[in-house]
């Protein structure tokens, strides 16, 4: 994590409750994590190393924040809805919950192409 992001970490995320995730899979090829951030969490500052894509189950919308600088943008999700994103090399970030029901995620990194 770069300098700029520990500072922001410290300043504007350190009063935020950090979400649940949990590894799936971490093998030589692929990482799996699963996302449960509830309604005001945060995923705290990271960069994911690999491309990756990322699948949302249900409800939710959320803040994205970028660590270079670039205005925040939001995402929703609805029910029964597929809500797909590609990311290809990653960006530093930190995603909030802005509305009443949590994000439940999986993001899926592909460690080699």
Do not use: Q
């Amino acid at each position: 994590m770069s300098r700029k992001l520990d500072e922001k970490r410290r300043s504007e995320v350190s009063g935020a409750k950090p979400g649940h995730y949990e590894v799936l899979v971490d093998n030589a090829v692929t990482r799996i994590t699963f996302h449960r951030i509830e309604a005001g969490e945060c995923s705290g500052w990271h960069k994911h190393e690999h491309d990756y894509v990322g699948y949302h189950f249900g409800d939710s919308e959320v803040r994205i924040e970028r660590g270079d600088g670039d205005a925040p943008s939001s995402m929703a999700s609805k029910s029964g809805i597929a809500t797909f994103y590609e990311v290809g090399g990653g960006f530093e970030h930190n995603v909030t919950v802005v509305s009443d029901t949590p994000l439940v995620a999986l993001e899926i990194e592909y460690k080699k192409s």
